[in-house]
């Protein structure tokens, strides 16, 4: 590759990695794309998280082909080393500085930093070149390190890395990092917004016969009917961060209807009917896509598929799919758990409730979704039946949201 070349190519890499918002796809690609840009057999990728390193990433062309396919380095993603100098990659990170090293078995022990062979013994196999790099923030912060093993030539034999990749990988390992926080930040943001919205729609609900797990628990059955009815990820996180409000307009309806133990008078009945507009009215005028889909589904989630519900009687396709997909979870998790009133229903009663309501309560399409989706809604199920735990289990990463 000539300069010209180089440079396209690092332009082109820039792009793409800026345009990945998943965090541990970004991960896997700064590496592969510094992989391929360089000709190394091999690499792993470092994230700094105080006075560590974290082992992110390792991706090995020969030892895959030895261990069948997959990513061999995945064993070592929960191993952290402290960063000191006499490691390479806590040499990098500590001084900013690049190491072109030819031979990692030839380092002169006098050198500050030492190789460390573990990797090669258990793996049984050989690092020679190595090409140990920095990602640096414009503000000059280390945020990671990049470790490239074995340069190949045109023919397959492993050389040092060229002089002139120091530089280069250098400037791609900056946009990296400025990829990589940035896509950090982001998953921060999603997170804080998540754990506002859930400890809203908890305090909206603490007075409620509900309890904080179900609004997880009917989120993430929401989450998982979308996902059957094919929606993207995108989507179904949306689903996920809007289905948690829905009951937010309880927080305007009275003690004595709420927590009313027996039956509630016609009169109560309209009373409670009213926390779908109240609901409404508080998230009216949102400007976020998930607010907006969360002021739908506060406003719809008990209308029925034939028109018989509240507060419109709005009926089939006039009910947004949201509000379609929210009611089926919403109903199912009422069913399928206890309340201070009533015991739980067995689940495949629950289940057999809700495919019954296909057509009547529900939008038959939901009910197919929510039937292909029975094997995760069981997993679902399973794991937030106890509610000890409940608070910290909803304050907890939602599964579609991964930190690395
Ligand atoms: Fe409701
Ligand atoms: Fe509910």
Not at 12 to 33: P, W
Not at 169 to 182: D, E, G, I, K
Not at 306 to 320: L, N, W
Request: proline share 4%; aromatic share 6%.
């Amino acid at each position: 590759m000539d300069l010209r070349e180089q440079l396209l190519k690092l332009t082109e890499i820039g792009i793409a990695l800026s345009s990945e918002r998943n965090v541990n796809n970004l991960l896997d690609l700064i590496l592969a794309h510094a992989r391929n840009f360089t000709s190394a057999e091999a690499g792993t990728l470092f994230t700094r998280e105080g006075d560590n390193l974290r082992f992110q990433v390792t991706q090995n062309d020969v030892l895959s082909e030895r261990l069948g396919s997959g990513n061999t380095g995945r064993f070592l993603r929960d191993k952290t080393v402290p960063i000191t100098k006499t490691s390479l990659s806590g040499f990098t990170a500590s001084t900013g500085e690049v190491l072109n090293i030819p031979d990692a078995y030839s380092i002169p022990s006098s050198s500050e930093y030492h190789f460390n062979d573990e990797y090669d013994r258990k793996n049984n196999y050989r690092t020679r070149s190595l090409l140990v790099v920095p990602m640096k923030k414009p503000n000059g912060e280390v945020i990671g390190v990049l470790q490239l093993i074995n340069a190949r030539d045109g023919k397959g034999q492993i050389v040092a890395f060229h002089g002139d990749f120091e530089r280069l990988v250098l400037s791609m390992a900056s946009q990296a990092a400025v990829a990589l926080s940035n896509a950090l930040l982001t998953l921060d943001l999603k997170q804080a917004y998540l754990d506002t919205i859930m400890r809203l729609a908890i305090a909206a609900e603490f007075r409620d016969t509900d309890t904080a797990v179900h609004i997880r628990r009917m989120s993430m059955y929401s989450a998982a009917i979308a996902e059957a009815m094919g929606y993207s990820p995108d989507g179904v996180e949306q689903i996920l961060y809007a289905a948690p409000m829905h009951d937010i307009g309880k927080i305007g309806v009275s003690d004595r209807i709420l927590l009313k133990p027996g039956k509630l008078t016609d009169e109560e009945f309209a009373e409670m009917k009213k926390h779908t507009t109240i609901g409404a009215a508080i998230l009216e005028g949102a400007e976020a896509p998930v607010l907006k889909l969360s002021h739908e589904i506060a406003l719809a989630h008990h209308e029925k598929w034939d028109g018989s519900g509240y507060p419109y009687g709005k009926k089939a396709e006039d009910i947004p799919i949201t509000a379609r997909i929210v009611a089926v979870a919403d109903v199912f998790d009422a069913l399928s758990s206890v309340r201070c009133y009533k015991p739980a229903m067995p689940f495949d009663k629950a289940v057999a409730m809700i495919k019954e309501g296909a057509g009547k309560h529900f939008d038959p399409a939901c009910v197919t979704a929510f039937e292909k989706a029975l094997p995760k809604i069981t997993q679902i199920y399973r794991e937030y039946s106890d509610e000890t735990g409940a608070m910290h289990k909803l304050t907890g990463a939602m599964p579609v949201l991964s930190r690395p």
